[in-house]
């Protein structure tokens, strides 16, 4: 079965940086795109950040552009979201997710607090 495990969560204060990143195994995933998502208490999980599966095609939330860079190592199966300039608003739990028909696939989750 697919699995994702993101890791490099953790406490900063406003202005720092965290580099985030996704093992993934159990599929072939060279040929899948990869997404990071967040998700805060009490609202919607939201899209941050996508990739092709060749590291073209990047794609981000306005929220996050120009502070956020996706990226990915196909031979170490990883997908990284380097996270700079965060802001207190960046407070979320962030999931890696890839799409494999029929289904949405997602890791556990690591917690990012930003205080301010």
């Known amino acids: 079965q697919v699995q994702l495990v993101e890791s490099g969560g953790g406490l900063v204060q406003a202005g720092g940086s965290l580099r985030l990143s996704c093992g993934a195994s159990?599929?072939?995933?060279?040929?899948?795109?990869m997404s990071w998502y967040r998700q805060s208490p009490g609202k919607e999980r939201e899209l941050v950040a996508t990739?092709?599966?060749?590291?073209?095609?990047?794609n981000y939330s306005d929220s996050v552009k120009g502070r956020f860079t996706i990226s990915r190592d196909n031979a170490k199966n990883t997908v990284y979201l380097q996270m700079n300039s965060l802001r207190p608003e960046d407070t979320a739990v962030y999931y890696c997710n890839t799409f494999i028909w029929p289904y949405n696939y997602w890791g556990q989750g690591t917690q990012v607090t930003v205080s301010s």
């Open positions: 990739i092709g599966s060749a590291g073209g095609s990047p």
């Open positions: 159990r599929f072939t995933f060279s040929i899948y795109a």
